[in-house]
């Protein structure tokens, strides 16, 4: 059996019981959030906008997402955890306290008219099924890909396929000083896929029903 899934349960563990004792919980503020997204909506306000570094892929839908993992996120641009220029630049002006508006902001305005989610996803073909079971990705997301084991890692089920492709494949990108995501876990089980099998589960989870959506700029007016 491949020895990093042998020790993935451990390394779960001791993530998600770290951080009660690492992190200061700090209360977001929706209606503050709201005022606060002006650098957000150029690009997440606008439906299907696409990036184009380091390639062209629509940016992530984040209406809808967990706030802890948006938290997570953000901050981890600010550390240089993950590396990407733009972001760098807008998370770099915002304080603890923005941070955790904005992300409240965006997890709320994703639940205007959501529909109830299966509790388990859909069966993929029999390649897709080996890949997610040697991947073990419902461990974190959950069996439905919308509810992960901990608020601090991302719902991915409905999320663009083109996004998740590339956010994959920089979990694989060492040494680059503006592209990549230095993550223990995702960087284990990135790496031993191909881009073409992680091109094949970025395919599959888009495809899940989802809570993730991506509100127009008027609407945040």
């Known amino acids: 059996m491949n020895k990093f899934l042998l020790t993935l349960p451990a390394l779960?563990?001791?993530?998600?019981?770290?951080?009660?004792a690492n992190a200061q919980e700090i209360k977001g503020d929706i209606k503050a959030g709201e005022k606060k997204i002006a650098m957000c909506i150029g690009c997440h306000g606008i439906t299907g906008y696409r990036a184009s570094f380091p390639e062209?892929?629509?940016?992530?839908?984040?209406?809808?997402?967990?706030?802890?993992?948006?938290?997570?996120?953000?901050?981890?641009?600010?550390?240089?955890?993950?590396?990407?220029?733009?972001?760098?630049?807008?998370?770099?002006?915002?304080?603890e306290q923005d941070i955790a508006d904005v992300a409240a902001y965006y997890e709320a305005h994703g639940k205007l008219d959501a529909a109830p989610l299966p509790a388990k996803a859909a069966e993929g073909n029999a390649r897709v099924a080996a890949l997610l079971k040697k991947g073990a990705c419902v461990t974190c997301h959950g069996e439905n890909f919308s509810k992960p084991i901990d608020p601090s890692y991302p719902k991915i089920a409905g999320q663009y396929a083109d996004y998740v492709f590339v956010a994959l494949k920089s979990y694989k990108t060492e040494g680059n000083p503006t592209w990549g995501r230095g993550n223990p876990i995702m960087?284990?089980?990135?790496?031993?896929?191909?881009?073409?099998?992680?091109?094949?589960?970025?395919?599959?989870?888009?495809?899940?029903?989802?809570?993730?959506?991506?509100?127009?700029?008027?609407?945040f007016r």
């Open 56 to 95: 062209v892929y629509r940016v992530p839908r984040v209406s809808g997402q967990g706030a802890k993992y948006i938290v997570s996120a953000l901050t981890a641009y600010q550390k240089g955890d993950r590396r990407h220029p733009t972001m760098r630049g807008i998370v770099d002006n915002l304080n």
């Open 187 to 219: 960087g284990g089980v990135a790496k031993q896929f191909s881009n073409a099998e992680l091109k094949e589960l970025a395919n599959y989870v888009s495809a899940l029903p989802g809570e993730l959506t991506t509100l127009p700029q008027s609407k």
């Open 12 to 20: 779960l563990v001791a993530c998600v019981t770290a951080l009660p």
